[in-house]
């Protein structure tokens, strides 16, 4: 049996930051995943310049690295359309201005497939000696005793961990059967991706776009442009308005891209590439308990999904740093206590509280259409908001004003 001080399942980017992380501590770690790497997973593929911000903060020489990896686009922003059409560019940088060359020299956001991004991952993880790195074996049993947990899946696999870092995703059956955390519709989505070559219409600076169409509020549909004229399409919708509305999302998108005026248009000369497959995706649109005696949950396994823009990446990142940081704190103080571990859930959401309460209020707004085209119209010329939603894309530290109501008191009666 092997021993270790943590133990992580799931090496996607929450389980991979930890563990690059710790190894940048210089703590030795067993990550233990169910799949052989490189793997699929459905996604957006989308990263947004947190991304970048916080593999920065874990090593300066990571994020060098992925700057200069050849299996992504760079992208410079998010379009948000609303059900009326109306249509919003959002720079990831507050200072961006399509006419402004000099932006063009850092680009912060990225598309590329997860297929790609995280093999990217998976191989600075196989870089570092203090990190043990096992593939294709599948957890199943969590078990835990005065000495530490027990830990035992397929391929003979047995650890024994001081601390668990849990990061196996949205289908976690630890968050569901130990953390007690299970699926809420209304702070959940459903999401399908499929892969197509040749959609038109793109925007220059390679904007992800989210559509805001009116039979998918409070989702929408989307078109992130990849590398080799491929794009990433799909639909994502709140689990609680699929059920109620009886929605079938993968007829919902291929309805909007055979029959919606503007993408029948622009998916003309298109052509499907891959299956069209889903997942779901557990929002952070309510706070839970994240960690308990002996563990902390990260990324999907925590439920840290932005509800307003879907991003999970990055919180993923920023949750696998956080638990690092405090696993290395607990094990100092050999105090591996719930009540030690608490401080991890109060680092998450002083760090991603605001954002993803703000996130939580916009994705209610959308719900109303006329709602919507309004604020979509003040934020067309509010410099204001505009730069504010940058913000959320940049850098968490500087989100703090989101959550007072004053600003959006400012907002709404001084424009
Ligand atoms: C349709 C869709 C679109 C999305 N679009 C975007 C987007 O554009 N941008 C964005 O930022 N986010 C997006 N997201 C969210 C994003 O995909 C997730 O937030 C992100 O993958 C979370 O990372 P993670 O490391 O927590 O989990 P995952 O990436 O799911 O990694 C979990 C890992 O755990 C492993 N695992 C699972 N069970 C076990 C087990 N029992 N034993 C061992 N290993 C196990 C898996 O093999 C996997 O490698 C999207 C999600 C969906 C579903």
Redesign the pocket.
């Known amino acids: 049996m092997l021993e270790t001080k943590v133990c992580i399942?799931?090496?996607?980017?929450?389980?991979?930051a930890a563990a690059l992380q710790l190894a940048q501590l210089g703590i030795h770690c067993v990550v233990?995943?169910?799949?052989v790497f490189p793997?699929d997973?459905?996604?957006?593929?989308?990263?947004?310049g947190k991304?970048i911000t916080a593999l920065n903060k874990i090593d300066p020489a990571i994020a060098t690295r992925l700057k200069e990896a050849n299996f992504k686009v760079n992208s410079w922003g998010v379009t948000f359309v609303s059900p009326g059409r109306h249509s919003l560019d959002v720079g990831y940088r507050p200072d961006y201005n399509s006419s402004n060359q000099q932006h063009k020299e850092t680009p912060i956001g990225y598309v590329c497939k997860?297929m790609d991004f995280?093999n990217f991952l998976v191989d600075e993880v196989r870089r570092r000696s203090e990190i043990t790195l096992l593939e294709g074996?599948?957890?199943?049993k969590y078990e835990l005793k005065e000495d530490g947990y027990y830990v035992t899946?397929s391929n003979d696999f047995k650890v024994k961990a001081d601390l668990l870092i849990i990061?196996?995703?949205?289908?976690?059956?630890f968050t569901k059967e130990v953390a007690n955390i299970t699926m809420e519709p209304e702070h959940y989505v459903a999401?399908?991706?499929a892969y197509y070559k040749n959609v038109s219409g793109n925007n220059a600076d390679n904007f992800?776009e989210l559509h805001f169409l009116k039979d998918l509020l409070p989702g929408y549909f989307?078109i992130?442009p990849l590398p080799n004229g491929e794009a990433?399409v799909?639909v994502?919708v709140l689990s609680e308005a699929v059920r109620k509305k009886k929605m079938n999302l993968k007829k919902s998108m291929l309805d909007i891209i055979a029959n919606d005026p503007v993408f029948k248009e622009r998916f003309k000369d298109a052509e499907l590439v891959s299956s069209i497959d889903?997942?779901?995706?557990p929002l952070g649109s309510k706070q839970r308990v994240i960690s308990g005696e002996r563990y902390m949950l990260?990324?999907?396994?925590a439920y840290?999904?932005d509800p307003f823009t879907?991003?999970?990446?990055?919180?993923?990142l920023y949750s696998?740093r956080i638990a690092a940081l405090q696993a290395a704190e607990a094990l100092k103080a050999n105090d591996t206590s719930a009540a030690q571990l608490a401080k991890y859930d109060s680092e998450i959401y002083r760090i991603l509280g605001p954002e993803l309460k703000l996130s939580h209020r916009l994705q209610k707004l959308v719900k109303y259409p006329w709602l919507f085209n309004t604020l979509m119209k003040i934020s067309s010329r509010n410099k204001q908001l505009q730069e504010l939603l940058s913000c959320m894309f940049y850098e968490v530290d500087l989100r703090k004003k989101l959550a007072k109501p004053s600003f959006y008191v400012k907002l709404l009666f001084n424009r």
């Open positions: 399942v799931g090496a996607g980017p929450a389980g991979t233990v995943d169910k799949a793997r997973k459905v996604c957006g593929d989308g990263l947004s991304v997860r995280d074996v599948t957890v199943d899946g990061a196996n995703g949205a289908h976690s059956s999401g399908i991706r992800i989307w992130f990433n799909g994502g889903g997942y779901g995706l990260v990324g999907d396994a840290l999904i879907g991003e999970g990446i990055g919180n993923g696998g």
